[in-house]
């Protein structure tokens, strides 16, 4: 498969998640946009070749394209046949079209910009009460952000108040098998965090079945397609996404937006100073500190990307945090500037996979971001300063405290 003509790189998907990982995006990019890395794996780090990729329909979302698909489900799901592996396949964000579409339009009426407008003032209310209940210190995840995105979509979905700590809980462990290492005891905790919310969210649907609400389960519950109902796993794996993913990556994206204010005294006062650039603030922050590093993609036909030939069959890393800094489409890529504009991020993915949720993330980082800045005119890192997860590709932070001076 290789020859001379492919440029190859001495690193691999699991040298992606370090605590800054820009400086080897940097690298490998400036080697290639293209890179055949020592794990076998394709790494894209170009804006225009990650957009290509995306924009291709010889590109599957589906992992069971992967000719390794066995091996590949016995080291990072629990086999070909195990609960996490047939969850995992019947989620529509891998997947391809049509059944893609099938399900994806179930859920677009609940994420369009006008009904996540409509969401604003309530969402606001509850981000003004967290920051008024921690006093004049807190940690920025585990006091706003957390509650706050865990509480909202707990509520679009319909998953109960007393609910949603546990449910949070178990999307942690079922998450952790995202990483490029996964461990026995991660996948046990996983296969368990699963049969719990499967458990769980069943018992739900029955409750919607017969008593109905307002709610995303119940859409779920009463969803037709065809004449045809959805599954039990379609509703499940529906459910366990749209939870797992409206409040982990919004969660990062707040946390994100401080450290980086933090990190830029500069572009923090001038958005003190002109609250009105908020929004393009939210868009810089998705586009320097992007909470979803990279994903994958199987080419099922041969490709040429970015000039270099990429057999069929292969998997193919697109590395959106590495795409967003590419200086061919944003001048001065290192640099964080709430006024920047052009170029438009690749945060949210391209294409038939572009992020259902995208509106509703745009709107809890304002939100959440102006809670805390009206409240606090000032703040300044506290004790024991950002720690980061690594180790996934979900940039994202674990504690962040801050404190009035």
């Given at each position: 498969m290789t020859t001379a003509s492919v440029p190859t790189a001495d690193v691999g998907i699991v040298d992606l998640a370090g605590e800054d990982p820009y400086p080897l995006y940097r690298k490998l990019r400036e080697q290639s946009p293209v890179l055949l890395g020592n794990d076998g794996l394709w790494l894209v780090t170009g804006y225009q070749e990650l957009r290509a990729v995306n924009l291709d329909p010889r590109a599957s979302s589906n992992p069971a394209a992967r000719p390794d698909y066995e091996q590949f489900a016995e080291e990072h799901l629990d086999g070909v046949d195990g609960p996490l592996a047939r969850m995992q396949r019947s989620m529509f964000v891998?997947?391809?079209?049509?059944?893609?579409?099938?399900?994806?339009?179930?859920?677009?009426?609940?994420?369009?910009?006008?009904?996540?407008?409509a969401l604003r003032p309530g969402l606001e209310a509850k981000a003004k009460a967290l920051v008024a209940a921690a006093g004049d210190e807190m940690d920025v995840v585990a006091d706003l952000a957390l509650p706050l995105t865990s509480s909202l979509i707990g509520e679009l979905l319909g998953v109960p108040e007393a609910d949603r700590a546990a449910a949070v809980r178990r999307a942690e462990m079922m998450g952790a098998t995202g990483a490029p290492v996964v461990t026995p005891e991660v996948l046990a905790a996983a296969t368990a965090a699963l049969a719990e919310s499967t458990e769980h969210l069943l018992g739900l649907v029955e409750e919607r079945r017969r008593v109905p609400k307002p709610d995303l389960l119940t859409a779920l519950a009463q969803a037709e397609s065809g004449g045809d109902r959805m599954t039990d796993d379609e509703i499940v794996s529906s459910a366990l996404l749209l939870f797992n993913a409206g409040y982990e990556t919004t969660t990062a994206l707040i946390a994100n937006a401080v450290a980086t204010l933090l990190g830029n005294p500069a572009e923090l006062a001038e958005l003190r100073a002109r609250p009105e650039l908020m929004p393009?603030?939210?868009?810089?922050?998705?586009?320097?500190?992007?909470?979803?590093?990279?994903?994958?993609?199987?080419?099922?036909?041969?490709?040429?990307?970015?000039?270099?030939?990429?057999?069929?069959?292969e998997a193919v890393v697109l590395i959106g945090g590495a795409a967003n800094r590419d200086p061919a489409e944003f001048p001065d890529p290192e640099r964080f500037s709430i006024t920047r504009t052009g170029a438009r991020h690749l945060a949210f993915g391209i294409g038939m996979h572009h992020c259902l949720g995208a509106p509703l993330a745009r709107l809890e980082g304002q939100v959440g971001l102006a809670a805390l800045l009206a409240a606090w005119p000032e703040f300044e890192l506290g004790p024991g300063g950002v720690e980061r997860a690594v180790g996934s590709s979900l940039r994202r932070v674990d504690r962040l405290p801050i404190r009035r001076p």
């Open positions: 891998f997947m391809d079209d049509p059944e893609h579409r099938r399900l994806r339009q179930l859920f677009q009426m609940a994420f369009t910009p006008a009904s996540v407008t393009a603030a939210v868009e810089e922050v998705l586009r320097y500190e992007p909470s979803f590093q990279y994903g994958v993609e199987i080419t099922t036909e041969p490709m040429v990307v970015g000039g270099v030939p990429v057999p069929a069959g």
